[in-house]
């Protein structure tokens, strides 16, 4: 095969994959991703009970401090499974639905890259990249169907995760992140404080970390015990998901019309 052939095949593989949405990179397994990544199936309908719970959580971050606000955000829970990836794209994308702010959310859970698997982006060039001084941030950035959304995957999977997420080049990531996005919230999906220790170093780096608890599952001296490793400053506060709350009578009706009429 001539050379200019390769290169004519190369160059339509790579005009393919772009219609698509993707380009391929140097790396055989690892892409970057051009284009949108929908998200719209993998969080809360927008005139629903949790979307206006969401609406809420979005606000207490936005409205914290006003003199000092919160920039970066950790979401972390004290065992495996709470519901961190779910609040942690669902407070992304309310705060992204809002009128002034952006969000970007960034996979920092280098073991399971869950979020990155459920938005299809297990593949692509992210986090481990940039810690591995592999690809830049920018390179990394994934933009959304929702413009204010922006989501750094995980990358490929690290031999040391801990190591990577507690080094000086993920503090520095994400102050730069801080720097050339103004008007964005930082919102990191984290492993589990029990289990590892991406969260606590985690803490460190950023304004605050909000814990997400499973309710009816996780014990209140587990949790005593696993708030400890985090400095009880750095804590926002705490999110009951999937706690049962009144569904029926006058203040659920009053309020599922009131804020379902105004979004059509
Ligand atoms: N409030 C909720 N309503 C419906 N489903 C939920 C809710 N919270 C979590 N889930 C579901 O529960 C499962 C676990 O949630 P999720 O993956 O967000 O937990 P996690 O704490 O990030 O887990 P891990 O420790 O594995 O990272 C997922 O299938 C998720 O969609
Ligand atoms: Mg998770």
């Known amino acids: 095969m001539s050379k200019t052939y390769e290169a004519l ?47 809420k959580l979005q606000t207490i971050v936005v409205s914290h401090n006003i003199t000092q606000p919160l920039r970066s955000i950790v979401v972390t829970s004290c065992i495996p499974e709470e519901g961190k990836t779910y609040v942690a794209l669902n407070l992304s994308a309310a705060i992204a639905r809002g009128l002034d702010d952006s969000a970007i959310l960034i996979d920092a859970d280098l073991r399971k890259k869950t979020l990155s698997s459920r938005l299809g982006l297990q593949n692509i060039l992210g986090l481990s990249e940039v810690l591995e001084q592999r690809a830049t941030i920018e390179e990394t950035l994934v933009h959304t169907e929702f413009e204010a959304l922006t989501i750094l995957p995980a990358g490929a999977s690290p031999p040391n995760p801990a190591e990577l997420i507690a080094s000086t080049r993920m503090q520095r990531l994400i102050e730069q992140l801080e720097a050339s996005h103004k008007d964005s919230y930082i919102i990191i999906d984290s492993t589990p404080i029990a289990a590892t220790s991406e969260a606590a170093a985690l803490s460190q780096m950023t304004d ?15 949790v005593r015990r696993e708030l400890k490793t985090i400095a009880s400053e750095k804590i926002l506060g705490v999110v009951l998901n999937c706690a049962e709350f009144e569904t029926s009578g006058y203040y659920h009706k009053y309020y599922k019309s009131y804020y379902g009429k105004k979004q059509k």
């Open 9 to 55: 095949l190369k160059l339509e593989r790579q005009q393919a994959a772009h219609k698509k949405g993707r380009v391929l990179s140097k790396e055989p397994h690892h892409e970057r991703y051009i284009g949108r990544v929908p998200v719209d199936n993998l969080i809360v309908k927008q005139d629903s009970i949790l979307a206006e719970q969401f609406r």
């Open 208 to 222: 605050g970390v909000i814990v997400v608890i499973m309710a009816d599952k996780t014990r209140r001296d587990v």
